[in-house]
């Protein structure tokens, strides 16, 4: 039988790669787990460098896909920066990651992947990681002259400066970040689990008089409790005439006349095989099928073409 082959790429397995991997690295890694699936490595900061560049050629990890930063702010070396490689050839991924401070340089990896520069100006951009080496290591996501780095857990969610357009000026303006009411901080909690916090209004509840709960439980025993009693279906039943807006008992509000007026009461329509047949249609054709007969067309005569 001929084996059907999926269209989708298999994945490859990650059985002995943490092992052979380590062993390649020696000295420069630190740490190495599997979690989630994944291959994590801990190389030294200094030689980020070298191992990289031994992934890359002995081991066919030929893309960088992606460089992320990471913020532990209570860590000495707050800064985690990841970077995730991608083996095209056997289709698996690793991750390498180095730790820094705020002012300790890490260096570029520009010399081995054109594409890192792009991603080690973002890291900076957001998280202020230093990396030596990189000669275009400006900003690529925030303002010019943004003050701080937005993803610091430090950093204020206000912000420093805000933009508007001004309608004076005709141009786009900018100014100290001034809030129309008082900074809030909101706290989302999972609707599933309910708030461990007071919720507006819930004030007022210490504000009411206690409430002795209810000891019986009111319960509708029988009909006369619910007015659906013997009296009240009996005046349900009562027929009453149908009425016209001018005889109405009391015009103008949906009242019918009462069962004692001269109208007569409304009825069934008779059954229709009680009713008398309908009478022949006077005229030329007696009913519908004639007349939707196509009516015949005379001869035309033969002529000459107009020759004559």
Partial sequence: MTAVLHSAPRFASNEGVKDKLAAALGDMLLASKEEHGEIVLGVERERIEDALRLLRDEHDYQQLVEIAGVDYPTREERFEVVYMLLSLTRNHRVMVKVRA????????????????????????????????????????????????????????????????????????????????????????????EGANYVLPGDEKVAQAPDVPPVAVAKTTESPAQTGADAKTDAKAAEKVSRGSAGKTANPGSGEPVPANSSAPAPGAPDPTENRPARAPRKGKSPGTAAATQPKPRKPRRKTDGGAS
């Fill in 101 to 192: 401070a705020e002012h300790t340089p890490v260096p570029t990896v520009t010399t081995l992947w054109p594409n890192a520069g792009w991603l080690e100006r973002e890291v900076f951009d957001l998280y202020g990681v230093i990396f030596d080496g990189n000669t275009d290591l400006r900003r690529i996501l925030t303002d010019y002259g943004f003050e701080g780095h937005p993803f610091r857990k430090d950093f204020p969610l206000t912000g420093y400066q805000e933009l508007r357009y001004s309608e004076e000026e005709k141009r786009v303006v900018y100014e100290p970040v001034e809030l129309a009411q008082d900074f809030r901080t909101f706290e989302f909690m999972s609707p599933w």
